[in-house]
């Protein structure tokens, strides 16, 4: 499938009876997405339900600290705190506008799950998020959330009862459904059309922080930095941006470090593997998938950015939890902003970035709001 190639990364690689639901989905995503229609309602619905544009903020304090000017695109004012309702807009609306009456979708710590509750609530879709128990346990202000807005929780209890096994169980749902139902993958991640599919939708991002950027400065910023999980803030900064002369920095969950057994960085250690439908990069085998933000504790990244490592167009490094902590605290009281723990990630590349004197404008996704990560800063931080 030369459409979900990227550089020989990417890719359909998924049991047989998948085939055919995907090639479906493609096909449904190709006619939308060309269509004008379907692209100001997606449009119209950013703005009046999600609140776009977002701002694209100066951070002077942290700026005058740092000798390089910083700016902060503010996906963490959008509806639900976070970028990832960009995509579920779209994804709901393709699923609305392609006769299928119901959603279903993964979620790990919930927010994915809620922002799919959020869209398919607007739509009037029947929505299904599976869940491994763990999470359910671990995340009941989440799943009270979702059900409030009228989703279904299904507790998975299979296998490790995580993530992965709430992904299988979605697969085999969607496979059996799939004339009915639209699967909502909640990064840029999985089987084509998905990875480009997210892209496109999280592309919003880049476009308004490029126009923003000229506006304000006369010019491109320098440098362009994200947090990755699996990568679709990311790239939805990076499209606007492919072709111009910026830097790419991403920065991907380092847990206790690059080189410990614990981490969430395939791109910056980890190797080619096959993972969840795709070819990409995956952590090593005896490594354990770790972050102090739940958002990046992903064990592989979008095939996207698999290729923009090795062609050298991005680069990737592991923020450790403590970076990505000191970070947190430091942008809170700099700037009067409580970043997302994955955001946060980002905010320190971004700092190093500023030291080291590279870049004079640096661009920062900050992808989503603190309030869910109050909790685990209380118990690092003794104020
Ligand atoms: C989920 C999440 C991420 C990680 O997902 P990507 O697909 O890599 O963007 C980053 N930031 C926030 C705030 C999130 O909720």
Partial sequence: MADGEFGGYGGRHVPEPLLDPLSQLAAAYDELS???????????LLAEFAGRPTPLYHARNLSDRYGAEIYLKREDLLHGGAHKIN????????AKEAGRPRLIAETGAGQHGVATAMAGAMMGLETEIYMGRKDVERQRMNVFRMRLMG???NEVTRGGAGLADAVDAALEDFAETVDHTHYLVGSAVGPDPFPRMVREFQSVIGEEAR????????GLPDAAVACVGGGSNAIGLFHAFRDDDVAFYGAEGGGEGADSDRHAAPLAAGEDAVIHGMKTRVIDDDVEVHSVSAGLDYPGVGPEHAMF???GRCEYTAVTDDAALAAFRELSEAEGIIPALESSHGVARAIRLAEAGDHERILVNLSGRGDKDMETAAERFDL
Avoid: C, P, W
């Avoid at 269509?35 to 119209?44: A, I, K, T, V, Y």
């Avoid at 995509?87 to 393709?94: D, E, K, S, Y």
């Avoid at 126009?211 to 006369?218: K, P, S």
């Fill in 309 to 311: 490592r090795e062609l």
């Fill in 87 to 94: 995509n579920a807009i779209g994804q709901a609306l393709l």
């Fill in 211 to 218: 126009e923003q950027f000229i506006e304000r400065t006369g």
């Fill in 34 to 44: 060309r269509s004008e229609g379907f692209r100001d309602r997606f449009r119209e």
């Fill in 151 to 153: 989703a279904t929780v």
